[in-house]
């Protein structure tokens, strides 16, 4: 096997300066450090700067609500104040409500943080689905770390609407596809409309390099006669890509070179990885990969048999980032079972429930009390508060940005939604969702449901969709 | 969520013996009939000789039945699954297990899924398990616009899964339809005519005597779409012999004609055949922009099969998709039954999940949803009714197949599941690879032997 990268000319190398970015999983008890917002480079050194600042808002305060807190608390009849832009306090009917707050009613509601799916392809799979606009695979070489999913994103697609509105999603994570070994960047976005990418960048949020095992690299290009076309022959080309990133790193003055700068920042910390691995023994050869190679994988994306090795995801301190129920679709998800989330919790591992799927990050809520159900009927409680995080805290650990937003704590941005019943039944909608303290979405106001650029003119719009 | 009290959730096993229909009457549950209504606190349902007795509040229990104490359970009809692929495939992307769509057949119309279907593939326990008694399955267009004939189901843990073989023909008159037709629209729609009219023209000429083959009876004699009549049919025809047989009930009405069909536009059109082919016994599947004609849907008497949740502009032939189109067209004098696939997670078992959606979005100021009697019927009576199977299945109502669901909890509701399943009076084993799989690894502990021996 060859050289899969072009080396570039003598120009130094433009890495993140960032400080190193701490890998720390995602277990309940991680309190991992995180670089902080400020040691990010300044906008003038980083490329594709992110150009988004919060919305006006007002200070608010949520009263008579159940608080979930996205860290495992629950707070019957709580209030959750937040102001300019940040989660001022949360706590019980005796927090008091500074001068000048606004006053939202939550009797009878529930709050929970903002709803962050870590695997999604809005943006660069947008509706509609015509063969123009599938940006999410650049499907011509088995690795090209080279590719940042932002350059794909197109922000009018309607998805992200119908993620804020019925999903209640205020951050969410686009990857680029899996039919590569190593896809490209993922970029993290605010659920904001915006003209530009740059307008949804989350300030400060890390990348992370996708990367995909199994089933589709090998068929992908195994269909081509080209390697990979068996699984033996995924490995070894991560392998020598793995290597060649060494040999660049290892460089004095090495040259631009886009590929070896994502696989360098893994393999310095700064970059993290989203695996898409369906089996467990394939996860359990990724893991020796990550350590032959020196990098921590963040989470196994669509992992339906964590629940096999799930004691060995924990000691490695890996989420796996599920579907509550889904299977059967191909060879290496014929083994999945909808006890998958319960029993990697059950075993203190970590659980992100994800969507991949512009229906599905709709309604991660529901797919995550589904999972809970699954998990009590074979005798695994696991509390509301717990499954918020889920789909909360533990998305944003493993995405990196658990400093920054995943739960309802003082001086995280006020990324709230307030549903209109308990968020793990059928039965609830959100009604409100703030995004940096500012209302983003309302269901009782038709003006604040946000129409894309598609939609103009077109049958149906401004309908409640 | 209400919990399990005192019926036992523990799954019966399979055995090689025929099961035997028994006679039960579940006391002090919550019943929902299935009918539109809403659901009955505190009531009896009694199933004898694999049919419903009755059901309600205030039913008495006749002697010598069994008496099963429901109390904090619910009990329903079996949910009936609209459109699925159940028994036509094992794992979707492995090809050679899957039968869902022919790409390389010669033939079309005369597909027909009944004698392919397997009730031993893992999604039919699953579905079981998820309370599915009853369904449609669907072959998808392969080769030509027709995607064959499907058939009815029950999903009874025996071979006997083929109730109505035949029971309808599905063709593609969407985007879909235009690429397999030949690049347009106007091309669908002229093989389409043109098929009808080689149908009638083939019935007449081989004096096929007509006769009823509803989804509720055999075909009749004479009218057996494998196998044609050796004709003599002069030139200018496109249609195979097979083909243009499988076509003639369906000219005839005697067999449901499933359109595939979303665009506003194009459902206008679809309904417009029955201009030219009066006797078309036609049901929509998909209409995803439904709700823009649902007047002109509601007058020509024609259901539908649509999947709720859908409201993204997925294709230009679905930029009206709202999960208002299902409430809407009801609320327009439509019957719409929720069913269909649109992502991987999208099993019949989920079906619960679309219809209790349709609940909350009653909820949502300017959308339009269903109540929970309305919504939960769209995934029971009336699914049933557009297969033509209308007070037979999908209801609790006297004479009807004994098809009941225990559940644990509202079986809307994400925190609900079955706790047992009967068909036709029939309690059904629950087990199945997951469940399997979720019994070996509820521990990890490989110290004494591998978890391979845990079985």
Same mark, same amino acid.
């Given at each position: /096997?060859?050289?899969?990268?072009?080396?570039?000319?003598?120009?130094?190398?433009?890495?993140?300066?960032?400080?190193?970015?701490?890998?720390?999983?995602?277990?309940?008890?991680?309190?991992?450090?995180?670089?902080?917002?400020?040691?990010?480079?300044?906008?003038?050194?980083?490329?594709?700067?992110?150009?988004?600042?919060?919305?006006?808002?007002?200070?608010?305060?949520?009263?008579?609500?159940?608080?979930?807190?996205?860290?495992?608390?629950?707070?019957?009849?709580?209030?959750?104040?937040? @102001? +300019?832009?940040?989660?001022?306090?949360?706590?019980?009917?005796?927090?008091?409500?500074?001068?000048?707050?606004?006053?939202?009613?939550?009797?009878?509601?529930?709050?929970? !943080?903002?709803?962050?799916?870590?695997?999604?392809?809005?943006?660069?799979?947008?509706?509609?689905?015509?063969?123009?606009?599938?940006?999410?695979?650049? &499907?011509?070489?088995?690795?090209?770390?080279?590719?940042?999913?932002?350059?794909?994103?197109?922000?009018?697609?309607?998805?992200?609407?119908?993620?804020?509105?019925?999903?209640?999603?205020?951050?969410?994570?686009?990857?680029?596809?899996?039919?590569?070994?190593?896809?490209?960047?993922?970029?993290?976005?605010?659920?904001?409309?915006?003209?530009?990418?740059?307008?949804?960048?989350?300030?400060?949020?890390?990348?992370?390099?996708?990367?995909?095992?199994?089933?589709?690299?090998?068929?992908?290009?195994?269909?081509?006669?080209?390697?990979?076309?068996?699984?033996?022959?995924?490995?070894?080309?991560?392998?020598?890509?793995?290597?060649?990133?060494?040999?660049?790193?290892?460089?004095?003055?090495?040259?631009?070179?886009?590929?070896?700068?994502?696989?360098? #920042?893994?393999?310095?910390?700064?970059?993290?990885?989203?695996?898409?691995?369906?089996?467990?023994?394939?996860?359990? =050869?990724?893991?020796? /990969? @990550?350590?032959?190679?020196?990098?921590?994988?963040?989470?196994?994306?669509?992992?339906?048999?964590?629940?096999?090795?799930?004691?060995?995801?924990?000691?490695?301190?890996?989420?796996?980032?599920?579907?509550?129920?889904?299977?059967?679709?191909?060879?290496?998800?014929?083994? &999945?079972?909808?006890?998958?989330?319960?029993?990697?919790?059950? $075993?203190? @591992?970590?659980?992100?429930?994800?969507? +991949?799927?512009?229906?599905?990050?709709?309604?991660?809520?529901?797919?995550?009390?589904?999972?809970?159900?699954?998990?009590?009927?074979?005798?695994?409680?696991?509390?509301?508060?717990?499954?918020?995080?889920?789909?909360?805290?533990?998305?944003?650990?493993?995405?990196?940005?658990?400093?920054?937003?995943?739960?309802?704590?003082?001086?995280? /941005?006020?990324?709230?939604?307030?549903?209109?019943?308990?968020?793990?039944?059928?039965?609830?909608? !959100?009604?409100?969702?703030?995004?940096?303290?500012?209302?983003?979405?309302?269901?009782?106001?038709?003006?604040?449901?946000?129409?894309?650029?598609?939609?103009?003119?077109?049958?149906?719009?401004?309908?409640?969709? | 969520?209400?919990?399990?009290?005192?019926? @036992?959730?523990?799954?019966?096993?399979?055995?090689?013996?025929?099961?035997?229909?028994?006679?039960?009457?579940?006391?002090?549950?919550?019943?929902?009939?299935?009918?539109?209504?809403? !659901?009955?606190?505190?009531?009896?349902?009694?199933?004898?000789?694999?049919?419903?007795?009755?059901?309600?509040?205030?039913?008495?229990?006749?002697?010598?039945?069994?008496?099963?104490?429901?109390?904090?359970?619910?009990?329903?009809?079996?949910?009936?699954?609209?459109? %699925?692929?159940?028994?036509?495939? +094992?794992?979707?992307?492995?090809?050679?297990?899957?039968?869902?769509?022919?790409?390389?057949?010669?033939? #079309?119309?005369?597909?027909?899924?009944?004698?392919?279907?397997?009730?031993?593939?893992?999604?039919?326990?699953?579905?079981?398990?998820?309370?599915?008694?009853?369904?449609?399955?669907?072959?998808?267009? #392969?080769?030509?616009?027709?995607?064959?004939?499907?058939?009815?189901?029950?999903?009874?843990? +025996?071979?006997?899964?083929?109730?109505?073989?035949?029971?309808?023909?599905?063709?593609?008159?969407?985007?879909?339809?235009?690429? =397999?037709?030949?690049?347009?629209?106007?091309?669908?729609?002229?093989?389409?005519?043109?098929?009808?009219?080689?149908?009638?023209?083939?019935?007449?000429?081989?004096?096929?005597?007509?006769?009823?083959?509803?989804?509720?009876?055999?075909?009749?004699?004479?009218?057996?779409?494998?196998?044609?009549?050796?004709?003599?049919?002069?030139?200018?025809?496109?249609?195979?012999?097979?083909?243009?047989?499988?076509?003639?009930?369906?000219?005839?009405?005697?067999?449901?004609?499933?359109?595939?069909?979303?665009?506003?536009?194009?459902?206008?059109?679809?309904?417009?055949?029955?201009?030219?082919?009066?006797?078309?016994?036609?049901?929509?599947?998909?209409?995803?922009?439904?709700? /823009?004609?649902?007047? $002109?849907? &509601? &007058?020509?008497?024609? !259901?539908?099969?649509?999947?709720?949740?859908?409201?993204?502009?997925?294709?230009?032939?679905?930029?009206?998709?709202?999960?208002?189109?299902?409430?809407?067209?009801?609320?327009?004098?439509?019957?719409?039954?929720?069913?269909?696939?649109?992502?991987?997670?999208?099993?019949?078992?989920?079906?619960?999940? $679309?219809?209790?959606?349709?609940?909350?979005?009653?909820?949502?100021?300017?959308?339009?949803?269903? %109540?929970?009697?309305?919504?939960?019927?769209?995934?029971?009576?009336?699914?049933?009714?557009?297969?033509?199977? #209308?007070?037979?299945?999908?209801?609790?109502?006297?004479?009807?197949?004994?098809?009941?669901?225990?559940?644990?909890?509202?079986?809307?509701?994400?925190?609900?599941?079955?706790?047992?399943?009967?068909?036709?009076?029939?309690?059904?084993?629950?087990?199945?690879?997951?469940?399997?799989?979720?019994?070996?690894?509820?521990?990890?502990?490989?110290?004494?032997?591998?978890?391979?021996?845990?079985?």
């Amino acid at each position: /096997m060859g050289r899969h990268f072009r080396k570039g000319g003598p120009a130094a190398l433009l890495l993140s300066t960032a400080a190193s970015i701490a890998l720390a999983g995602c277990t309940a008890a991680s309190g991992s450090e995180r670089p902080t917002v400020a040691a990010a480079p300044v906008a003038s050194e980083e490329p594709y700067a992110s150009t988004y600042e919060r919305f006006p808002g007002v200070p608010t305060a949520i009263v008579g609500a159940t608080v979930y807190d996205g860290a495992g608390g629950m707070i019957e009849n709580g209030t959750v104040l937040f @102001a +300019d832009g940040e989660v001022v306090g949360i706590g019980g009917a005796d927090l008091a409500i500074p001068a000048g707050y606004t006053r939202v009613d939550g009797t009878g509601r529930y709050v929970t !943080p903002g709803i962050i799916d870590i695997h999604s392809h809005l943006g660069d799979y947008p509706t509609p689905s015509v063969e123009a606009h599938s940006d999410g695979n650049e &499907a011509t070489d088995p690795t090209t770390p080279e590719v940042w999913a932002e350059h794909s994103v197109w922000p009018q697609d309607p998805g992200f609407s119908r993620a804020l509105a019925n999903g209640g999603i205020t951050t969410l994570q686009i990857l680029p596809g899996s039919a590569n070994l190593m896809g490209g960047r993922s970029v993290t976005l605010r659920n904001v409309p915006s003209r530009t990418v740059q307008g949804m960048k989350f300030p400060g949020a890390p990348y992370s390099l996708k990367m995909a095992c199994g089933e589709n690299p090998k068929r992908v290009y195994g269909g081509r006669g080209r390697m990979p076309s068996t699984r033996m022959g995924n490995f070894a080309v991560n392998r020598e890509t793995w290597i060649e990133a060494q040999e660049y790193m290892a460089e004095e003055e090495p040259g631009r070179d886009l590929a070896m700068e994502t696989l360098a #920042g893994v393999l310095s910390g700064e970059i993290m990885i989203q695996n898409h691995c369906y089996r467990a023994d394939e996860m359990a =050869l990724v893991l020796s /990969m @990550a350590d032959e190679f020196g990098y921590q994988v963040s989470a196994f994306h669509h992992a339906v048999e964590s629940y096999k090795i799930a004691d060995m995801l924990r000691e490695h301190d890996v989420c796996s980032a599920v579907w509550a129920d889904w299977y059967g679709f191909k060879m290496e998800a014929y083994d &999945a079972i909808p006890e998958n989330a319960a029993l990697i919790h059950n $075993q203190g @591992a970590c659980v992100v429930i994800h969507s +991949d799927d512009e229906n599905g990050i709709q309604r991660l809520n529901q797919e995550a009390a589904k999972a809970q159900a699954d998990g009590r009927r074979m005798g695994i409680e696991i509390s509301d508060a717990d499954v918020i995080s889920w789909i909360t805290l533990n998305a944003a650990r493993a995405m990196g940005i658990d400093e920054m937003t995943g739960s309802l704590e003082a001086g995280k /941005m006020a990324d709230v939604v307030l549903w209109n019943g308990d968020p793990l039944s059928i039965y609830s909608r !959100p009604e409100t969702v703030w995004i940096d303290g500012a209302v983003m979405y309302d269901m009782n106001d038709p003006q604040m449901r946000p129409i894309s650029d598609f939609e103009l003119g077109q049958p149906g719009e401004g309908d409640v969709k | 969520m209400k919990r399990l009290l005192t019926l @036992a959730a523990s799954a019966i096993a399979l055995t090689s013996a025929p099961a035997l229909a028994q006679d039960v009457a579940i006391t002090g549950a919550t019943v929902a009939l299935g009918d539109g209504s809403e !659901p009955v606190e505190n009531a009896t349902v009694v199933v004898r000789g694999g049919r419903v007795v009755a059901a309600g509040a205030g039913v008495s229990v006749p002697a010598g039945v069994t008496v099963l104490d429901g109390s904090g359970t619910w009990v329903t009809p079996g949910l009936f699954a609209s459109s %699925t692929n159940l028994g036509l495939v +094992d794992v979707g992307a492995v090809s050679e297990s899957n039968d869902v769509d022919a790409d390389d057949s010669p033939f #079309g119309a005369a597909l027909d899924v009944a004698p392919v279907i397997n009730p031993m593939a893992q999604d039919f326990g699953y579905s079981r398990a998820g309370g599915v008694t009853r369904a449609s399955v669907m072959p998808e267009a #392969g080769a030509s616009i027709f995607g064959g004939q499907g058939a009815v189901i029950d999903l009874g843990a +025996d071979f006997d899964a083929v109730r109505h073989p035949r029971a309808f023909q599905v063709v593609e008159l969407g985007e879909r339809g235009a690429r =397999l037709a030949g690049g347009s629209r106007t091309s669908v729609h002229t093989l389409l005519r043109n098929a009808l009219h080689e149908a009638g023209t083939y019935g007449e000429a081989a004096q096929l005597r007509s006769g009823s083959s509803s989804a509720g009876g055999r075909e009749a004699e004479g009218l057996d779409s494998r196998t044609p009549n050796p004709v003599d049919r002069s030139g200018d025809v496109l249609l195979s012999r097979f083909d243009a047989a499988a076509l003639v009930p369906v000219v005839r009405g005697e067999q449901k004609l499933y359109v595939k069909v979303e665009r506003a536009s194009d459902i206008l059109s679809a309904l417009a055949l029955r201009e030219e082919f009066p006797s078309l016994d036609m049901v929509l599947v998909g209409a995803t922009e439904g709700w /823009m004609v649902a007047p $002109q849907i &509601a &007058a020509a008497g024609v !259901p539908v099969i649509a999947v709720a949740l859908r409201d993204l502009p997925v294709s230009f032939e679905q930029l009206a998709a709202t999960q208002s189109n299902v409430g809407r067209m009801v609320d327009a004098g439509v019957r719409v039954a929720i069913g269909g696939y649109d992502s991987s997670g999208d099993h019949p078992r989920n079906l619960p999940q $679309q219809a209790g959606n349709m609940v909350a979005l009653n909820r949502v100021p300017g959308a339009t949803g269903l %109540t929970w009697g309305e919504a939960f019927a769209a995934i029971t009576s009336v699914p049933a009714e557009v297969a033509g199977l #209308g007070g037979r299945v999908g209801v609790l109502a006297e004479g009807a197949h004994g098809d009941l669901v225990v559940w644990d909890g509202d079986p809307l509701e994400n925190s609900s599941a079955p706790l047992r399943v009967f068909v036709d009076g029939v309690e059904q084993p629950l087990t199945n690879h997951q469940t399997r799989l979720r019994d070996r690894y509820r521990s990890l502990d490989e110290s004494e032997r591998p978890r391979a021996y845990e079985w």
